[in-house]
């Protein structure tokens, strides 16, 4: 691969590049073969137990026909039999062949980027004292991968070349430029400067959505002189969590909480410091009521632990509660009550809004409005009528629920968004608390 740079007329040298990745396999692009029997003989063949008889005789005939055709003149240039399976393995298409990397093709974030460099002599007098360096250029940062300054390439004959390899751990997405440049001494002992630059994209190789969730790993570890059988390790969740205990043979099992699993083989934990792992996945639950959402509560929940030794003897342990990270509440929480199903282009609709009080005080009045940080031409939902919507006070941990009369000016799949609660108490804006998803018809 050629890269952009200075003219190359006006150099002896040129780099050229190419991606070191595992190379694909060459398909024939050759229409599909076939046996001949497929046209001869349907499925159904099987079924006659008379015709089926016949069968194999009928075979070795087409054979032996095959066989001569191809035996008897092997100068037969009007490829009678270029559709016909020869073998088996025809039918795939892939007659062994592989094919090199043809450009950078696509480069993921977390690959190791490699390439073969090769800076070729073109000109037909030798060139000397060349300094090489490789660099990758992202959007944040230039990160050096070869530099010969100090230990330069002696000299490179006419028509011959020097190569090597660079390698690079792809930790961003974006444009990369690989940059290469080349200062060295021409056939008048003129001291050049030749760069060039190959630019390639990464792309990021999954998706990934996020949930409000929360990992537990419990690592447990046994510190007694004698082996310890686990008949139970089971999580309680706090109150305003749920929890699923994740394993290996089936990924995700439900687990209840208040039944035992009698029925499995108990855990071994090695005596002398043996250790076994347990997973669980904790989930906020959807209808937490507002007594329970405390502000800077970090309670998960506590394990509750039961054993036998190599003799039967039982054990049994309760932990102390296990603390998450403190979870930060909202003073004030906006939800969709009811949005239509069926919303017509620049026909007026109704959303209803639950505006929730998540302090043990009284807030408010409030003013609601949509935000008009957007251009107008920008702009799908727009308020119908008054732009502000005054609401008066919210009792502690209670809720106050409104509606805004809005219309929508373009179809399509379009957000509601930009929805802005005033305190004009306490002169507060809160923003960016609620973001909807709607299909406008034009009809």
Request: proline fraction near 5%; include cysteine.
């Amino acid at each position: 691969m050629s890269g952009s740079g200075t003219q190359q007329a006006a150099h002896s040298l040129a780099f050229r590049v190419m991606r070191l990745c595992r190379p694909t396999l060459h398909v024939d692009t050759s229409p599909l073969k076939f046996d001949p029997c497929d046209l001869l003989f349907g499925e159904d063949l099987f079924d006659d137990p008379v015709a089926s008889s016949h069968l194999p005789r009928l075979l070795d005939s087409i054979n032996v026909g095959q066989s001569n055709n191809n035996s008897t003149d092997p100068s037969d240039f009007s490829y009678r039999t270029r559709f016909l399976l020869q073998h088996p393995s025809d039918s795939l298409g892939l007659p062994g062949l592989l094919v090199l990397p043809q450009s950078f093709g696509a480069i993921y974030l977390g690959e190791t980027f490699c390439s073969y460099i090769s800076i070729n002599n073109s000109s037909n007098f030798e060139v000397r004292d060349v300094t090489i360096k490789a660099e990758i250029q992202t959007e944040r940062q230039r990160i050096l991968l070869l530099d010969t300054s100090k230990s330069p390439v002696e000299s490179i004959r006419a028509g011959g070349r020097y190569d090597f390899i660079v390698e690079h751990d792809v930790k961003e997405l974006g444009a990369h430029t690989l940059v290469c440049t080349a200062l060295y001494n021409d056939g008048d002992s003129e001291r050049k400067y030749l760069p060039q630059f190959f630019k390639f994209m990464v792309s990021n190789p999954l998706s990934v959505r996020t949930k409000e969730t929360t990992f537990l790993e419990a690592c447990i570890e046994n510190h007694t002189k004698s082996n310890l059988y686990m008949d139970q390790v089971e999580f309680e969740p706090a109150q305003h969590w749920s929890a699923t205990m994740l394993k290996a043979e089936d990924h995700s099992v439900e687990h209840n909480l208040l039944t035992r699993e009698v029925s499995k083989p108990p855990v071994l934990i090695r005596s002398g410091g043996g250790i076994h792992n347990y997973l669980y996945q904790l989930r906020s639950s959807s209808q937490v009521t507002a007594q329970v959402k405390v502000e800077g509560s970090n309670v998960l929940g506590k394990l509750q632990i039961t054993w036998r030794t190599n003799l039967g003897e039982p054990g049994r342990l309760q932990t102390q509660h296990i603390l998450g990270n403190p979870i930060t509440r909202k003073v004030i929480e906006l939800q969709a009550v009811e949005v239509p199903s069926v919303i017509i282009l620049e026909k007026p609709f109704l959303v209803h809004l639950n505006l929730i009080n998540q302090t043990e005080r009284v807030l408010g009045p409030f003013e609601v409005w949509l935000s008009q940080s957007d251009s107008l031409d920008e702009k799908a939902i727009m308020v119908n009528g008054l732009q502000t919507t005054t609401l008066g006070e919210v009792q502690a941990l209670g809720s106050l629920k409104f509606q805004l009369n809005l219309i929508a000016i373009k179809n399509g799949i379009q957000k509601i968004s930009g929805f802005t609660v005033f305190d004009t108490v306490e002169k507060k804006t809160y923003d960016s608390l609620l973001e909807l998803e709607i299909y406008v018809d034009s009809e």
